[in-house]
């Protein structure tokens, strides 16, 4: 991911600044994954479908 937004910035550098935001927006939602992941398998995994 970094080597492509390389390439892309300096092919086109008055496009650097948006495609760095859209690249850090895309590394926090790849390390966000596993953290959603495994709340939701906490959730599915102690929650009670019949209730108390």
Do not use: C, S
């Amino acid at each position: 991911m970094g080597g492509r937004f390389l390439e892309g910035a300096v092919r086109l550098p008055e496009l650097m600044a948006p495609l760095q935001v859209k690249r850090f927006l895309l590394a926090d939602l790849i390390d966000a994954n596993f953290l959603i992941g495994v709340g939701v398998a906490m959730m599915l995994l102690f929650a009670n479908p019949l209730g108390p």
